[in-house]
Every structure is written in structure tokens, then in C-alpha cells.
């Protein structure tokens, strides 16, 4: 089983501030996702990230892999109000089962 | 074209009774999930389809629980005997992945949710 923990699980922040959000995993896994949550909407995919070393970005925001430490990361750059969300970041346990992490809710303050 | 969608969008039911909940993927994707999410937390696999045969149900909490996907394209999950602790919000996924590492890099695509709540 893959164990997916989150940090910090609640962030505010100020408009215009940057912060990072972690993502720890407990055994291999070689692609890592991150989705957004709005309330009481469905997941929306931001990021697939396939392998060690791996960087992606859209907008504001910045998703890394680090396999080797088993940690990726979600940077925020000067964050604003419409960014206030919650990320979930899942790993995959033998190709398709995904594990997900409890969620980061971010709300971002004018 | 149209996304992933789910019926109904809310079910309310009673302790005992037997629920269906039915999932439309997007046309062409061979992946199907079903994930329970409850309130403040992150969703929690139940089973994956690829095609027609569930390729891992290991996530099923006991055997109350049963999904189908009898043509490849809709599913539905079925919860026999419902109790309390089964309410929550219930997420399909589909994918256009195939099986085993050709899957690698697929997106899932979520559709909205059906939320059960038993009484």
C-alpha cells in the first residue's frame, strides 16, 4: 500500500505571497498527480508528473518530483484569490491504483 | 464532447436499502475508477475497470459492495444493504489509458460525484 501524507493540510496566505505545499509518499512511485478541488465540485487534473527530476508549470503554478526522496512539491507564485482550492496530490501503486493525500485547502486572502 | 458524468447527482436512502450509481465515461476511454470520498478527505480507490473486467477491486470495502461494466463504456457500482457509515461522495473516473505501463502519463478525468447519504 502507498501512503500519501500532505503539508501543511490548511493554508492562508495573502494575495501576492509564494508558498509551497509538500507531497511525502512511502514507497515507489514513479508518477505523481496533483488535482485542484473547488467545494462541491468534482477534481479537476493540473499535473502529471512522470519522472525523477521532473518540472512542470501553469500560471502560477509549479509542480516538482523528487522520486528519490519521495517528495513533490506544489509552488504557488504570487498567489492570488482565485487560486483558493484544495490540492490533492495521488501516487500510483502498480500502474492504476491511486492512492491519494487528505488535502491541502488553500484560501488565498485579497 | 462531453465529460465524465454521474446519476444521480444526489441519493438519499435509508439503512438497509440497496443503491445503484451509475457512471457515463468519456466515449473511448478504456480506464473506468470509482472513488469514495468522505467529507475533508482526499478520494479512496474502490476499483478499476479496463474494458469490461474489473482489473483491481481491492479498494471494495467488504462484499456489500459490486461494480459492473458489462459493455466497456457505463458502469455502475452497486451498495447492498446500505449503512451509515456509507455515506459519502462517490467520484468516477475515466481515462484513455490501457492496461499496464502504456497507461503511464494518463490524465483521469473526474466526473461530478453522486452524493449518497443514508439515514
Known amino acids: 500500500e502507498l501512503k500519501v501524507e500532505q503539508n501543511p493540510l490548511f493554508l492562508s496566505m495573502q494575495e501576492g505571497k509564494n508558498y509551497t505545499i509538500y507531497c511525502n509518499y512511502s514507497?515507489?512511485?514513479?508518477?505523481l498527480y496533483w488535482y485542484r478541488q473547488d467545494p462541491g465540485k468534482s477534481l479537476e487534473s493540473l499535473f502529471v508528473?512522470?519522472?525523477?527530476?521532473a518540472v512542470k508549470q501553469e500560471g502560477r503554478l509549479m509542480a516538482s518530483l523528487d522520486t528519490k526522496a519521495r517528495l513533490s512539491t506544489l509552488h504557488i507564485t504570487a498567489a492570488v484569490h482565485d487560486l483558493s482550492a484544495t490540492y490533492f496530490c495521488?501516487?500510483?501503486?502498480?500502474?492504476?491504483?491511486?492512492?491519494f493525500g487528505s488535502g491541502t485547502k488553500l484560501n488565498v486572502k485579497p | 464532447g462531453a465529460g465524465v458524468s454521474q446519476t444521480p447527482s444526489n441519493k438519499v436512502t435509508e439503512k438497509g436499502k440497496y443503491v445503484e450509481l451509475r457512471c457515463d465515461p468519456i466515449?473511448?476511454?478504456?480506464?473506468l475508477y470509482w472513488y469514495r470520498q468522505s467529507l475533508g478527505q482526499g478520494p479512496e480507490f474502490l476499483i478499476y475497470?479496463?474494458?469490461?473486467?474489473?482489473?483491481?477491486d481491492s479498494g471494495l470495502p467488504n462484499d456489500r459492495f459490486f461494480a459492473v461494466r458489462p459493455e466497456g463504456s457505463v458502469s455502475t457500482l452497486k451498495i447492498q444493504r446500505t449503512e451509515r457509515g456509507d455515506s459519502a461522495v462517490y467520484l468516477c473516473?475515466?481515462?484513455?489509458?490501457?492496461?499496464?505501463?502504456?497507461?503511464?502519463?494518463?490524465?483521469?478525468?473526474f466526473g461530478p460525484g453522486t452524493r449518497l447519504t443514508v439515514l
Open positions: 475497470f479496463q474494458g469490461t473486467g474489473a482489473a483491481d
Open positions: 495521488a501516487g500510483v501503486y502498480n500502474f492504476n491504483k491511486f492512492y
Open positions: 514507497t515507489t512511485s514513479d508518477r
Open positions: 508528473l512522470l519522472s525523477n527530476g
Open positions: 473516473a475515466s481515462s484513455p489509458g490501457t492496461s499496464g505501463r502504456a497507461s503511464w502519463g494518463h490524465e483521469q478525468f
Open positions: 466515449s473511448g476511454h478504456t480506464a
